[in-house]
């Protein structure tokens, strides 16, 4: 999978749980508004109650006096005022009609305007007989009609309030819940951010080490390192390609290697020929020679056996490049090794003005090594010598036997 696939993927679930914990508050809100919306409407029905009570207290009081004074407007009065509390009740009733939630309210409220009823058709049946009631028997009627009405409209108020604590509960409970989902959320995405930013992490640090790996490799000559490209990933184009410029940097390695060692083998024929020709002339076979001429075909068969061995060198540093260099390891004179490395430097030595000052063991100093390698390094030292150091300082190799190695 991309990488770009894997943070889109991550986000996109982040987004989910955003949007899913948006509706739901949306929704808690929305049902939080209704509950308000209900509790509103049991708190306007608490007034009308107690308006209700106020009304009810105000036509016993009527009732009251009209028994107490005949007077035929009280009558009147007193009839308005029934019926218009009969009409307030039927609306109460009429709003709570398709009110689910105060199903008990309703219930109550009903019984009491049976009762209210019964004490309005009561009084209007008793209006003719009041002026010939005792005032024990009026009080004993009044009292058997309002004392049961004030108990009921208590049983309703009690209904509706247990109606509103009913919903401030249930508002609290929507507000807990609220909350535990909020926390919930941030702690799902919280945790789901860390997941994600591991796995993502994860996956770009795996594939940069290997990356960083392989290139290390490549740079200390390993051609053969492959990346795993089998993936479908970013890293996993960037793997393919660096495999494939790793292949062509080890096509051209190799082309180099057969164009030295080609070059040497062709050089190393001419160069023998050369060397057996100073040879021949040394040993006089075309004709005589006198000593100074025999010392300078020696410089020359030196100086080719020198060139030889640069040769070699040559060979040698492919075989060291594909691993397969090889010593020959004899037992060999290190003081004539260093000697006859110096001789190949005279000429050179007497034209730029130098002196090779060699402070060397009086005697013969064997080491198990490969002596030409050792041909080598003196004669790289002394060149670079020659190329690094101003005339006349003089040039001067000091070989000394350590005892203990």
Same mark, same amino acid.
Do not use: W
């Given at each position: 999978m991309k990488i770009s696939t894997k943070i889109i993927l991550g986000y996109a679930? &982040?987004?989910?749980?955003?949007?899913?914990?948006?509706?739901?508050?949306?929704a808690l809100m929305h049902r939080l508004q209704t509950i308000n919306g209900n509790l509103s409407a049991?708190?306007? %029905?608490?007034?009308? /109650?107690?308006? +209700?009570? @106020?009304?009810?207290?105000?036509? *016993?009081?009527?009732?009251?006096?009209?028994?107490?004074?005949?007077?035929p407007d009280y009558a009147s009065q007193v009839k308005y005022q029934m019926d218009s509390l009969s009409a307030d009740l039927s609306q109460d009733l009429e709003r709570l009609k398709g009110d689910t939630l105060s199903r008990d309210e309703r219930t109550e409220l009903q019984r009491f305007v049976l009762l209210w009823g019964d004490f309005k058709r009561s009084a209007l049946e008793q209006e003719a007989n009041f002026p010939v009631l005792t005032e024990e028997d009026f009080y004993k009627w009044l009292g058997r009609h309002t004392k049961p009405l004030e108990a009921q409209l208590r049983r309703v108020q009690k209904a509706n309030q247990e109606a509103v604590n009913a919903q401030v509960e249930q508002s609290g409970k929507a507000g807990q819940k609220a909350?535990?989902?909020?926390?919930?959320?941030?702690?799902?995405?919280?945790?789901?951010?860390?997941?994600?930013? =591991?796995?993502?992490?994860r996956s770009i640090a795996t594939s940069l080490r290997r990356l960083t790996s392989g290139a290390r490799a490549v740079a200390e000559g390993e051609y053969s390192y492959r990346l795993d490209a089998s993936g479908?990933? #970013?890293?996993?184009?960037?793997?393919?390609?660096?495999?494939?410029?790793?292949?062509?940097?080890?096509? %051209?390695?190799?082309?180099? +290697?057969? /164009?030295?060692?080609?070059?040497?083998?062709?050089?190393k024929a001419p160069l023998a020929a050369m060397q057996e020709t100073a040879r021949l002339l040394m040993e006089g076979i075309?004709?005589?020679?006198n000593e100074r001429q025999?010392?300078?075909?020696?410089?020359?068969?030196?100086?080719?056996? %020198?060139?030889? +061995?640069? &040769?070699?060198?040559?060979?040698?540093?492919? @075989? =060291?490049?594909?691993?397969?260099?090889?010593y020959e390891i004899e037992r060999t004179d290190l003081r004539e090794v260093i000697?006859?490395?110096?001789?190949e430097f005279e000429v050179?030595?007497?034209? #730029?003005?130098?002196?090779?000052?060699?402070?060397?063991?009086?005697?013969?100093? /064997?080491?198990?090594?490969?002596?030409? %390698? *050792?041909a080598q390094i003196i004669s790289n030292l002394i060149d670079n010598a020659l190329k690094f150091s101003t005339a006349p300082a003089p040039i001067a190799i000091k070989a000394e036997v350590i005892s203990g190695i």
């Open positions: 679930l &982040l987004i989910l749980l955003m949007v899913t914990a948006l509706i739901y508050q949306l049991m708190k306007t %029905r608490e007034t009308d /109650y107690s308006l +209700r009570a @106020r009304d009810i207290t105000q036509v *016993i009081e009527d009732v009251e006096k009209f028994y107490s004074l005949k007077d909350e535990f989902v909020s926390k919930v959320a941030a702690g799902i995405a919280v945790v789901l951010s860390f997941v994600i930013s =591991i796995v993502v992490v479908n990933d #970013n890293f996993s184009q960037v793997a393919r390609d660096f495999n494939f410029m790793v292949s062509k940097l080890d096509e %051209r390695e190799q082309v180099k +290697r057969d /164009y030295v060692s080609h070059v040497s083998h062709e050089l075309p004709g005589p020679v025999k010392r300078l075909l020696g410089l020359t068969l030196e100086c080719g056996q %020198r060139l030889s +061995r640069t &040769l070699v060198s040559l060979l040698d540093l492919s @075989r =060291i490049e594909s691993d397969a260099l090889d000697q006859s490395a110096s001789r050179q030595l007497a034209k #730029n003005g130098r002196n090779l000052e060699l402070d060397l063991p009086s005697e013969s100093v /064997y080491a198990d090594c490969d002596g030409d %390698r *050792i």
